[in-house]
């Protein structure tokens, strides 16, 4: 199997545990939505790693010393509705400053490729950390679409973060976009027939919002 080195796989022991109560179908919605604000942090500590800090000096109750402080102001979470929401919760606990841009995607009934029903992120794209959040990186198409469109407005600095990939999104992805860095807590098997991935969790917008 190809290896790609944008791609990483955030596998702790307690991301695991998470993750087998997540995909078990009998964790109703309440636990779901949990599990997955939880998780989604657990991901996010690894994948910011590299935020940048300031200097910043501070007296302790022995001395006067220099900390690290993260501002985070220039961070962006893009959840693409409406799965992308549950993982909001999860990255504001870790970045309370960051801000939040939203993406709705639908299928174009005549080109079969995503377009957006609504896209909405702050200016100056140039001069922000954009961090697309999607439980699941199935086909690859609305992840694809989504970094497309950040790049068209001048963003240079994107990462997508989702919980579960597929073989085959992480393919297409990462041929596309090889700049963008992707953290996912698991590599499943495949798609099945109606793209959906196997073994996975099942819809994770009905799972998280309780609508089937
Ligand atoms: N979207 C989901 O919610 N689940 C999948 O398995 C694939 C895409």
Request: hydrophobic fraction near 40%; aromatic fraction near 6%.
């Amino acid at each position: 199997m190809k290896q790609y080195e944008n791609f990483h796989i955030v596998d702790h022991p307690l991301i695991q545990h998470k993750l087998t109560l997540i995909r078990e179908k009998t964790t109703g919605h309440k636990i779901f939505r949990e599990l997955v604000t939880e998780v989604a942090t657990l991901v996010a500590f690894e994948l910011t790693r590299d935020l940048a800090t300031i200097p910043t000096e501070i007296v302790t109750p022995m001395m006067a010393t220099t900390g690290n402080t993260v501002s985070g102001k220039d961070v962006v979470l893009v959840p693409i509705l409406r799965a992308g929401l549950g993982m909001v919760d999860g990255l504001i606990q870790l970045i309370p400053n960051a801000r939040v841009g939203y993406v709705g995607m639908e299928r174009d009934e005549e080109t079969h490729k995503p377009v957006h029903y609504y896209f909405k992120v702050p200016k100056q794209p140039e001069n922000r950390s954009f961090i697309i959040l999607d439980p699941m990186l199935a086909t690859g198409g609305t992840a694809i679409a989504t970094a497309n469109s950040l790049k068209d407005l001048g963003a240079t600095r994107i990462k997508f973060m989702c919980l579960i990939a597929a073989p085959e999104g992480r393919e297409a992805f990462c041929e596309t976009h090889p700049d963008i860095e992707v953290y996912t807590a698991s590599l499943d098997e495949k798609l099945d027939d109606n793209k959906y991935i196997i073994p996975g969790l099942g819809d994770a917008g009905d799972r998280l919002f309780g609508t089937k």
